[in-house]
């Protein structure tokens, strides 16, 4: 930088960069005093505490339940701000919910790693649709997501549900249509969805929450 | 937990050493470990890097090697017996920083105050004041650091000071499902790993041992190993010590070599002063002055 100065001052400016001895002897006190100075501790630069500032001091704690397998791991969001009016807030920072008897705060790599399919940009966010013989999902509202599935199930189950078997045991079961549920539940999700799809009569139940 | 710097590359101003913090430890209990990588998500997750995606090489370490971006690796070792075919061993280890008590990065660092190490024995990297010279990955005995290609900055695991200054543990180990990375005060971790190591001893693993190498000072990243007698089979040196030329350079050298540059500084100022400026006589000017113009 110094030596870059001495060249802008000279007179000469434009060609080769000239030094007269007096600069070059400038130039190169001033050099070995800066370094001998740094050399000696007399440091320009204050020493941090930390050198990272705690990133989730003022954040705001959602609790919630991992999506990925049966175990269900408790997970805590951390999201910008304080949900004040004029604050967009985004989630920074997921981790284990160290009260969570599940987990107990770990989490396996999938777990550890869902800020990533958050913002993933394959993410389903909506209620989308195939019809038959389609090739193309298409994007559907939940009102219509919710209708068409009733629908379906009110059809299916008034055609083939079966209250006695053969031997005219009452059985009450409906064979035709299967659940697969959910894994981002609790155990109390869990059992209401249990509750729910049994008491229609529905046997083929599966999910990875293992109801 | 306010955290003081008991140490500072390249600087020779004392640091404060009046107040007492406990110094904490990270176990690594190799025994314990599945080798699932949480640990490497969790890293990241919190310190917001992210690698890229690499290459299968056949084995699953995946990245190979540690980056700027990847602090802590699993690495994989498979251990066979050459008599006898059953006899074989997977072993697995996390690699990162071992936070030395008497950190050869931080010895090896010209630029004031790049390498600190706080007074609960974390040793970390401040890359605003770093060069880029690369001295601490040559002054590391377990070969850690590295330099990253976008800001040619040294990086490397900071056992999530940023967490541990304010009451929490580091993000690997609050995420490990196994309990394999165990955090707390050295003295607490020091007797966790002579709990385990006994166990493991009733058990049958006669060799077991934890590894804290007095060739560094001990570290506040320890390990239990299944075979304490050879470290190096998990990729560990046996017997880590501070390479010899940054003991030399830093320890021996560098003092004389400021002691010569002083010796310069005085010697130049006392020939100024009793002999003064070097100057040119008017009769010899005038000498040079007709010979420029005569060639002329």
């Not at chain 1, 001495?6 to 000239?18: L, R, S, Y």
């Not at chain 1, 993410?123 to 209708?147: C, M, N, Q, Y």
Request: include cysteine.
């Amino acid at each position: 930088m110094s030596m870059l100065l001495a060249a802008h001052n000279d007179p000469h400016k434009g060609d080769e960069m000239h030094l007269n001895r007096r600069q070059f002897f400038k130039v190169a006190s001033a050099g070995l005093t800066g370094s001998s100075l740094v050399a000696m501790g007399f440091s320009p630069t204050a020493a941090l505490a930390e050198t990272r500032q705690f990133k989730l001091a003022r954040t705001t704690e959602t609790r919630n339940t991992c999506p990925y397998c049966s175990v269900a791991c408790g997970v805590i969001l951390y999201s910008l701000g304080d949900n004040a009016k004029n604050a967009k807030s985004r989630i920074i920072h997921i981790e284990g919910d160290p009260d969570n008897p599940v987990n107990r705060g770990s989490l396996c790599p999938k777990g550890a790693g869902l800020l990533d399919m958050v913002y993933s940009p394959k993410r389903l966010k909506h209620p989308e649709v195939r019809e038959p013989g389609s090739k193309e999902w298409k994007r559907i509202s939940w009102d219509e997501a919710f209708t068409r599935i009733a629908r379906h199930l009110k059809d299916d189950r008034d055609a083939n549900f079966q209250a006695t078997n053969s031997k005219g045991e009452i059985v009450n079961r409906w064979l035709s249509t299967g659940l697969l549920a959910s894994s981002a539940t609790n155990n109390e999700g869990g059992y209401l969805t249990h509750k729910v799809f049994r008491n229609l009569g529905i046997l083929n139940v599966d999910t990875q929450a293992r109801i | 937990m306010a955290l003081d710097i008991t140490r500072r590359s390249a600087t020779t101003t004392p640091s404060p050493q009046a107040r007492d913090s406990v110094e904490v430890a990270k176990l690594i209990d190799t025994t314990r470990c599945i080798g699932c990588k949480a640990c490497q998500v969790a890293c990241m997750e919190w310190n917001d890097i992210r690698d890229e995606v690499g290459s299968v090489n056949g084995t699953y370490n995946n990245p190979t090697d540690l980056t700027s971006s990847s602090w802590t690796v699993m690495r994989f070792f498979e251990k066979e017996d050459p008599n006898d075919r059953f006899n074989f061993e997977w072993l697995i280890r996390k690699d990162g920083c071992m936070h030395c008590a008497d950190p050869g990065c931080l010895k090896a660092c010209p630029s004031p105050g790049a390498i600190v190490q706080y007074s609960n024995g974390i040793v970390d990297f401040n890359q605003e004041n770093c060069i880029g010279c690369g001295y601490c990955v040559t002054g590391c005995p377990f070969n850690v650091p590295r330099i990253s290609k976008s800001d040619s900055k040294a990086y490397k695991c900071t056992l999530c000071s940023d967490r541990v200054a304010v009451g929490l543990e580091p993000a690997c180990v609050k995420t490990c499902p196994t309990g394999a990375i165990m955090f707390g005060t050295k003295e607490q971790m020091t007797a966790q790993a002579e709990t385990r190591v006994t166990e493991l001893q009733g058990r049958g693993h006669g060799k077991a041992g934890a590894y804290d190498p007095a060739g560094v000072g001990g570290t506040h990243v320890m390990y239990v190993l299944k075979d304490a007698s050879q470290p190096v089979l998990m990729g560990l040196p046996n017997d880590p010590q501070i390479s010899p030329t940054v003991s030399l350079w830093k320890g021996v050298a560098k003092p004389v070599a400021m002691a010569g540059m002083a010796l310069a500084a005085i010697g130049g100022l006392f020939h100024y002063v009793m002999k003064g400026p070097n100057e040119v006589s008017k009769e010899v000017e005038a000498e040079v002055e007709k010979e420029l113009e005569a060639e002329k």
